[in-house]
Structure formats: structure tokens, C-alpha cells
């Protein structure tokens, strides 16, 4: 294992800074519309509608942890609004339920005009691969609800007053019907319901207050009601109670009157069957209706529904140059550790691509470079720019005096080599000094090279400059002139030059030379994500290894694009 | 270079760091006195011969070729010991440029100047030469070029080229970052002489009682003197410096440890010296 693979840069971010790039993405209403619908669905044949919601606030955050095999697994607070059309209250037949949902997201890479992007796309998810932990939101049995169906059934199905064998059947609920006669009785009762368990099975018991006036029958006229029982049959996330079906006893309808009339019984049971048709003629009542199971099935089909085909990207580099094309992102989750490592410049394919070992430490970003690249790097600017120094004559020239560089190399090596606790640039070579009127002595070198970082940040300013500094030199040793002549800004530039083109590699810019010195401007990384986030990074230290270079560093990230919010204050929101 | 490295003990894994390991002096070697240069002419071959044979204490030789020749069994007299310290010091134009300043200003001045003595120097600016102290606080003096101008030219030849891959963002972020390399510290021996100092205002502190090389620099345009006794400053200053006899033995028992035992592992020297260079 290493720092970079089969790769020659690794760009690793943590997940706090995918976390926040991820809740600004969320915020973008282009990538994710926070209300969607509402939608027909068709649940066990009875039409509703549903309106998916996605929040992301204090009291409903969303989140994402790394999960296994690339993919990251978000967690996203839906609220679905499940609507009966032809409810006889509408008010009354709706179900909010809420969840957060798991919705497993992969890392891939996909081209975007032109340019390669690193990011999550969640194109096939299903609801299979949706889980659903906790559910809110559930509706319970509840009479009232029936009961207020009931009044609006009752409000929909005038007339109330029904003549049979030559009498005459009122039925009340309340006031709701002002134009009966005989009015209501004292109190003006209203239809009341109340559910009865039964073994496994719930009835929803009604009482309807009626008044039956019957001439033939010794002038029975009384006040009473019918009270009767239907089975309330939960369905695929709709209950319903079908009012023309009578059940057995003890549960069948029951006509009272509150009277002693001689002739009771006999209006009872003539009017007995006139009652349980008129009851039929409620209809079924429905209502939605989910059980934990249902309810969880609802939310991963909705959530795999809004989800599906949805992508947002966490890496954009831009070449800029069609001329310069960068290489494609190959993305990685370390989950263990918490870290996205991002890699770029494949040098061997003749092995898979490997996960890197995770170098972030506590770092919102770091960078590495392959010992490979490293070694070719230095090995090329030695070579190119001291031409011959691999036939022995490379003249340098200092004040004190001149030299010959005989030979050169520069090995990064590990904490604890050579005798030095820190990583450094073990530089070993050989010079002939030229001292006049004096023998030429050729000197036979090495010691280690420690790379520091020097950062001076303000609010708006995050400059960095390499600083190689000689192991056992000090201020103090200025007879060694010559020596950090000769060998520093070798060494200097060399990795000054390997630090940007790293920066240049991994998708960041290299600007134009900044007119204050030598510095040049530049962003450790791509400063977008597009449509997402801008990035602000700022390089903190560099570290030497045998694995080559690393620097880690920090983040400054913002939002891009237009938000929910933002689009309510200008009245841009997306209309149904 | 690694054969070098491992011939010499250098330390290839953890322990000791090499300038504090004690040095075997040679042994065994014949004593050779040299009273004029035509003897240490004749003798450097054979110093050469020993040097190569034992190679492990020839770094001693750039700390202080005199006493570590003694060691190769080569004595000088000490009229050769300070012929051969003075003229390794500077190079010929430079050292006879040294000269002509100390005997003039010792004249001059009835003393031998100091030049790197700060508190000399700030008596000599501001009680014999009765300057008014400037404000050079936050100013740097101009420094001669580095004489590896053209390998650092050719080294930062080599930078990528700047890309400007998000011109359309460049208005709009709000951290810029730049990237460089930490220049490296000036020494005194560099500071240029042909430089015109920066007229500064006086100073509303008190005279200073001590003065470096290079803050007396912006007061050699307003007297003569002071610029003689800055540029003999930059001459002693790139000076080559050889150990006293005391810092040599410890060098040798690796109490005292200096960069060149750090980093020079051998030195082999010709047999014969090179002319002079143009």
C-alpha cells in the first residue's frame, strides 16, 4: 500500500469537507428541488396523489457516511404528503409521513461538457437498495376521522327523509340538515362512530339518530337511532369501510326507538332492512392507510424515485487548454477513515486500481506525489539542467570560489533514516572545489534537505513558499556560503518546481506570476465544484517520505448556485 | 554515492548523526617539516598519497587545513601556517583588496577596524564619525547578485508554465494563494557596495550602542569612511574561517559539531595545485 497507487497524485478530502459540500449541494435547488410533486400513484386501485419533500434544517439535517464498495450513504429526511382525491374530507384523508432515508449514492466519474467530474450519482438506484430505519408520521384507527367522513358523506347524500310502507324514516346528524321534519331530537345528536376490536379484526361502529313516524302503526312516531357495525379492512395503504356489508350477529344492525309504543317491535323489524340499505348507501369509505411496512415501502419508492438519475459533483477540475486535457478523477472512500481520496495520472495499468493508504491525518485536505514521480522529477531537472553533470562537469560558480558538480542525487527518505527524526531529502553528491594556488580538493557529500512551509494567512491572502533548509547548517556558518550555494537552490527549485506541478496536475491553476517576486498565484485545488461550491484551499506544511511528497492543508468552502431561499426571495421558485 | 556513505560510517538508519562521531586521526605517517612554499609545493603530493589512504579524517582539512595536515604528518612553520591561512582566504584580487583596507584605515583610524564588531560600529558611526542615526528599521540593503544566478535561472526555467484554467472565477474568489520559494538569507559578504543606499530619515530612537554590518551599509554614501569600513566588512565576511586549535580538537572528539563534519564524508585533494582562476 501506498500514498498513491498505481497513481502519481492523491488529493485526499475529509468528510466533514464532502459533508459540507454535500449540504450546499443540497441547498441547490437545480440539483436537488426541495419539493416535488404532487404525483398520482394508485394504491391497491384507489387514486392519490403524492407530494415529496426534502429537508435539510436544524430539525431534520441531512448526512452522509462512507459505506463500503465506493458508495456513500446519505441520509435524507423526506416527508411524503399522501392525498385521497375523492375523500369526503380531504383535510381529513391526508397521511404526512417522515422519514430519513439510507439512499446509497456511488462514486463515479462522468464527462460534463467536456471535462471529467468526479462525484455521486445515484442513476439506477432503486427502492430495493433504500432503507428506511424509522417511520413518522403513521396514521392510527381513529373513529373521529370516520366520523368526520361520515358527516360529509351525510352532507353528500341528501335526502335524509325516506317514505317506506307508509311511513315515513328521517335521518339526523346534528344540524347538518336544518329542513327535516320533525327536526332533530332535543340535543340535536350527531352521527357518532367508535371502534370495536374483535379479535383480529376492528369494526367501526356508527349510531345514527333517526326519527320514524309510522300512521298505520297506532301512530307510532319516535325518536331513535340505528346502530351498526362494519369491518374496517386495512388494504395496501388505504383502509376502508365498506357500509354494505352487513355483518353477522352480535354484530348486526340494531334499530331502537325511545319509546314504549306498543307497536316498537314492529316498526323495528319492518324497518330493520329499510335501515341497512340506506346505510349502504354511504358507500365505502377510505381513507389512507399505511402500516410500518407500507409505510417504509412508500418512502424507499419515493426516495429511489426523486433520486434516481440525480448526480452532484465534489471534484471539477478544469484543464482549461483542450490542448492540456487532465486526467480523469479516479475516486476512492476510505471509510475507516473517514476520508475521500481523490486519485489522478495512472502510471501503471497493468495492475487495478488500488486504494491509497489514508495520509489526511486531521486535515480538511492533503496532497501527495509518488515516490516515482518524485525520483523522475528530480532526476530530470538534474539532468536537464546541469548538462553534464552525468560526465563529471557541471561548473557552478559562487562567490567564494568555483566548483565542479561531479555528480548529484536526492533521495526523500522516512523519519528516522539517516539518523534524523524528520522526513527529509537525503542529498548525497560530489564536487571538485577550485581554490586557487591550492590543490583542488573533490569533495565527497551528502546530509539531509528538510523542506518547510512557510504560510502567511490573512483573510484574504494564503501564501506559501517552500523553504529548503540544510540539516546542521545555522545563521551562525556563514563559512558555509559555498556549500548552501551550491546545493540549496538545487534542491529548491527543484521541489518548488514538483509542488506546482503537482498543484498544476491535480486540477488546480497555476496564474500568472505574481508581480511581488517569484511567487506565483495558484489554487492547491479546483476552486469549484460546479454549481455547488467554490473551495478556498490553503496549504498549511509539507511533509518528506520515502512515499514521496505530502502536503496537507485547509478549506475554505461557499456556496454556488442559486438556493431554495434564494429562489423564494426573487419568486423563482419552481411552480407544480 | 551511497558506497561513499557507507565507507565512511556515514549513518544509513537511526543513530548517532555523523558530526558528532569521534574521528580516527591518521597513523603511522612520517613527519615532514615545511618552511617555504617550494617545500609545500613539493610536499602536497605525498600529503595527497596520505590523504587517500586515510581518508576518514580529510574533512578536517576544509575546517582547517593547516592543523589537519599535521595530522597527515605535514607541519608548517609558522611563518607557512599563516602564509597558507591568508592566502586560502580570499581569492588573490580579493585578499590584496583586504589588505590595501586594513593598513589604510588602521592608519586612518589608529586602530584596526572592525568592521563585523557591532558595537565598534556604532561607536565608530556615531561617536568618531558623528553621524545621526537613521531609520533603518524594516529596510533591507541591496545585495550583489548571487553568483549562481544562471543556475537558479535555468532551475526556475524549468517551472510549469502558468496555466489560468478558472480566468472566469478570478474576479470573484476571495482567497488568492501564492506559491514560492523562501529566499535564501544574504550574508553580509554579499551586500553591494555599488548600490546607491536609500536616503532615510533620521532616526526618533537614541543612537544604538551596537550596529550590524548591514545596517551601517545605509550610511556608507554619507561618508567616505563608513563605506571603507563597509566593504572590508563584506570582504572579511565571505572570508573563509578555519578553526582555532581548541574548536579543531573538539571537532575531532565530536564535542563541538559543524556542518562540514556533518555533511562531507571525504575529501581527496590533487597533487597538484591549480593556477589561478580568471
Known amino acids: 500500500m501506498s500514498r498513491t497507487t498505481n497513481f502519481d497524485y492523491c488529493v485526499q478530502l475529509s468528510i466533514a469537507a464532502i459533508r459540507a459540500i454535500f449540504h450546499l449541494a443540497l441547498k441547490n435547488e437545480a440539483l436537488f428541488p426541495h419539493n416535488l410533486g404532487p404525483f398520482p400513484r394508485n394504491y391497491s386501485g384507489q387514486q392519490v396523489s403524492v407530494a415529496v419533500a426534502l429537508l435539510d434544517d436544524m430539525d431534520a439535517p441531512a448526512d452522509l457516511t462512507f459505506g463500503p464498495d465506493n458508495q456513500i450513504i446519505f441520509a435524507l429526511p423526506l416527508r411524503l404528503t399522501i392525498q385521497v382525491p375523492d375523500s369526503p374530507d380531504p383535510s381529513l384523508s391526508t397521511v404526512s409521513l417522515a422519514a430519513t432515508v439510507l439512499a446509497p449514492g456511488g462514486l463515479k466519474t462522468w464527462p460534463e461538457n467536456g471535462e471529467d467530474r468526479l462525484g455521486v450519482d445515484f442513476v439506477g438506484i432503486t427502492a430495493a437498495k433504500v432503507q428506511v430505519p424509522v417511520v413518522t408520521g403513521l396514521p392510527a384507527l381513529d373513529a373521529h376521522r370516520f366520523a368526520a367522513a361520515l358527516h360529509a358523506k351525510y352532507l353528500a347524500l341528501p335526502p335524509h327523509s325516506f317514505a317506506a310502507a307508509g311511513g315515513t324514516l328521517v335521518i339526523y346528524d346534528g344540524t347538518r340538515d336544518a329542513t327535516l321534519t320533525p327536526p332533530n331530537a332535543p340535543g340535536n345528536p350527531e352521527i357518532t362512530c367508535s371502534i370495536v376490536p374483535q379479535g383480529a379484526k376492528n369494526w367501526l361502529r356508527v349510531v345514527l339518530p333517526i326519527h320514524a313516524s309510522v300512521p298505520a302503526a297506532v301512530g307510532f312516531s319516535a325518536y331513535g337511532s340505528i346502530t351498526f357495525h362494519r369491518e374496517i379492512v386495512p388494504g395496501d395503504r388505504v383502509v376502508s369501510v365498506d357500509m354494505s356489508v352487513e355483518p353477522p350477529a352480535p354484530l348486526n344492525t340494531v334499530v331502537d326507538f325511545d319509546t314504549l309504543h306498543p307497536a316498537k317491535a314492529v316498526v323495528i323489524a319492518n324497518l330493520t332492512p329499510l335501515a341497512i340499505g340506506r346505510i349502504a348507501q354511504f358507500g365505502p369509505v377510505k381513507e389512507p392507510w399505511f402500516t410500518d411496512a407500507d409505510a417504509k415501502q412508500a418512502l424507499a419508492e419515493e426516495a429511489a424515485a426523486y433520486l434516481n438519475g440525480r448526480r452532484f459533483p465534489l471534484y471539477t477540475p478544469h484543464s482549461g487548454d483542450p490542448a492540456r486535457p487532465l486526467a480523469t478523477p479516479v475516486g476512492f472512500l476510505l471509510p475507516a477513515d473517514g476520508v475521500l481520496a481523490i486519485m489522478l495520472n495512472r502510471f501503471d495499468t497493468s495492475v487495478a486500481d488500488a486504494a491509497p493508504d489514508a495520509f489526511l491525518g486531521g486535515n480538511d485536505l492533503a496532497l501527495a506525489t509518488s515516490r516515482r514521480l518524485l525520483d523522475e522529477t528530480i532526476a530530470k531537472a538534474i539532468k536537464e539542467k546541469f548538462k553534464g553533470l552525468d560526465s563529471g562537469a557541471s561548473e557552478i560558480h559562487t562567490d567564494q570560489g568555483d566548483a565542479t558538480l561531479k555528480s548529484l542525487t536526492v533521495t526523500p527518505s522516512d523519519p528516522g533514516a539517516h539518523g534524523e527524526a524528520e522526513g527529509h531529502l537525503w542529498t548525497s553528491g560530489e564536487a571538485e572545489v577550485h581554490i586557487d594556488c591550492w590543490p583542488d580538493p573533490d569533495v565527497t557529500f551528502d546530509g539531509p534537505i528538510f523542506l518547510r512551509l512557510l504560510v502567511t494567512e490573512t483573510p484574504d491572502r494564503c501564501d506559501f513558499t517552500v523553504q529548503p533548509v540544510m540539516g546542521e547548517f545555522d545563521a551562525g556558518q556563514s563559512c558555509c556560503d559555498v556549500f548552501v550555494d551550491l546545493i540549496i537552490p538545487v534542491v529548491g527549485w527543484i521541489m518548488l518546481g514538483v509542488v506546482e506541478t503537482m498543484i498544476d496536475k491535480v486540477g488546480g491553476e497555476l496564474a500568472a506570476k505574481f508581480a511581488e517576486g517569484e511567487a506565483q498565484q495558484v489554487q492547491p485545488i479546483p476552486p469549484v465544484v460546479v454549481g455547488v461550491a467554490e473551495l478556498q484551499a490553503c496549504l498549511e506544511s509539507i511533509s518528506v517520505s520515502s512515499q514521496g511528497l505530502m502536503m496537507p492543508g485547509k478549506l475554505r468552502i461557499r456556496r454556488e448556485g442559486a438556493s431554495f431561499e434564494d429562489l423564494q426571495a426573487s419568486g423563482n421558485l419552481p411552480r407544480p | ?278
Open chain 2, 1 to 278: 554515492m551511497a558506497q561513499h556513505a557507507e565507507r565512511n560510517g556515514t549513518p544509513s538508519g537511526q543513530g548517532p548523526r555523523r558530526s558528532t562521531m569521534p574521528l580516527q586521526p591518521p597513523h603511522g605517517l612520517k613527519g615532514l617539516h615545511i618552511a617555504s612554499h617550494e617545500q609545500l609545493m613539493r610536499a602536497l603530493p605525498v600529503a595527497a598519497v596520505r590523504v587517500a589512504k586515510q581518508p576518514g579524517f580529510s574533512v578536517m582539512l576544509l575546517l582547517n587545513p593547516v592543523l589537519a595536515l599535521s595530522h597527515y604528518g605535514v607541519t608548517l612553520s609558522p611563518a607557512m601556517r599563516h602564509h597558507v591561512l591568508h592566502m586560502l582566504r580570499h581569492p588573490p584580487a580579493l585578499r590584496a583588496r583586504r589588505d590595501t583596507l586594513e593598513a589604510s584605515l588602521r592608519k586612518t583610524l589608529g586602530e584596526p577596524a572592525k568592521p563585523l564588531n557591532p558595537a565598534w560600529l556604532a561607536r565608530f558611526v556615531f561617536v568618531r564619525q558623528k553621524l545621526i542615526a537613521l531609520a533603518t528599521e524594516s529596510q533591507k540593503p541591496s545585495h550583489r547578485p548571487r553568483a549562481n544566478a544562471a543556475m537558479v535561472a535555468a532551475l526556475q526555467a524549468g517551472l510549469p508554465a502558468p496555466t489560468n484554467r478558472y480566468p472566469e472565477l478570478r474576479h470573484r474568489i476571495g482567497v488568492t494563494s501564492h506559491l514560492g520559494l523562501a529566499p535564501l538569507r544574504e550574508p553580509p559578504g554579499r551586500l553591494d557596495m555599488a548600490a546607491p543606499a536609500p536616503s532615510l530619515p533620521p532616526s526618533a530612537a537614541a543612537s544604538p550602542a551596537t550596529l550590524s554590518i548591514e545596517q551601517v551599509w545605509f550610511y556608507k554614501d554619507l561618508d567616505p569612511l563608513v563605506a571603507a569600513v563597509v566593504e572590508l566588512g563584506t570582504i572579511q565576511a565571505s572570508a573563509r574561517r578555519f578553526l582555532t586549535p581548541d574548536a579543531f580538537r573538539k571537532t575531532i572528539t565530536g564535542e563541538k559539531s559543524t556542518a562540514f563534519r556533518g555533511w562531507i564524508s571525504d575529501l581527496r585533494i590533487h597533487d597538484r595545485p591549480a593556477g589561478p582562476r580568471a
